[in-house]
């Protein structure tokens, strides 16, 4: 059985294009970023490792589940963060996608990629645009707004970079199906209990509800899901209608 097995984990699968695609970009930008020794938190089920990988003189990559890949060239290790189990002044860089919403104490984890990374290091960083979710997510301990991201960053961080992936027509075409469909399905819940209860209460019937909901948007829309490509995104400056945040620190 695959321990990763959640819709919160993206996927290949048709009915996960719409993110998968946008999670994709971020590889590919900090492949135009990287060198040296890098270190990637938050290995997932491994699809960004062939992107990145390559650009770096050694990669590192860990997660608290070992990924079901060939993991050939690449140094894994199964850990839990924070802390991060390797010396000081480790990497030239860290980056870490679609993670730190997940972390309980976010200052710790950015203190302790701050302390593996070399002077002039730089810390790549996506996790998703508050204003922009549908729903509460409670696979997530909190979601960021930019200005929020930027003074977690700066506690630690002198340099920040704020950066946004933004999507064309077609992928707020797919956006706006998307919440048509959250809505039909909120609408029960008079009582708004998916703020009002703890969110470890609500991972399973949140995943269920999210994949039926893709998987119904894919079988209703089927050319529009599929056609969406990594190209219908780009990396801008941060603005509201931002789907993540993509900021850089420097450590000086």
Not at 126 to 145: C, D, G, I, K, Q
């Amino acid at each position: 059985m695959n321990r990763i097995a959640t819709a919160e984990r993206v996927s290949r699968e048709a009915s996960d294009n719409f993110v998968f695609q946008r999670s994709l970009l971020a590889y590919y930008k900090a492949a135009e970023l990287i060198s040296g020794d890098v270190l990637e938190i938050g290995t997932g089920s491994g699809y960004g490792i062939e992107v990145v990988a390559p650009h770096a003189a050694h990669f590192v990559t860990v997660d608290k589940h070992r990924p079901d890949i060939d993991l050939t060239g690449v140094e894994f290790h199964e850990m839990t963060v924070p802390p991060l189990k390797f010396p000081e002044a480790s990497f030239d860089f860290v980056i870490s996608f679609q993670v730190i919403e997940h972390i309980v104490n976010d200052r710790e984890f950015v203190r302790e990629i701050h302390r593996v990374l070399r002077p002039g290091g730089r810390f790549i960083v996506s996790t998703p645009n508050a204003p922009m979710s549908l729903t509460r997510n409670p696979w997530h301990v909190r979601e960021y707004r930019p200005e929020e991201l930027d003074a977690l960053l700066r506690c630690s961080f002198n340099e920040v970079e704020q950066w946004g992936v933004a999507g064309n027509e077609k992928i707020m075409a797919y956006y706006e199906k998307n919440r048509e469909g959250v809505r039909r399905i909120t609408r029960f819940d008079i009582l708004d209990l998916q703020h009002r209860l703890p969110r470890q209460l609500l991972q399973l019937p949140y995943d269920l509800l999210n994949r039926l909901n893709r998987r119904k948007l894919l079988k209703n829309n089927d050319s529009l899901t599929r056609s969406i490509r990594m190209d219908d995104y780009r990396i801008q400056e941060v603005t509201p209608d931002c789907f993540d945040l993509y900021y850089i620190a420097r450590k000086v």
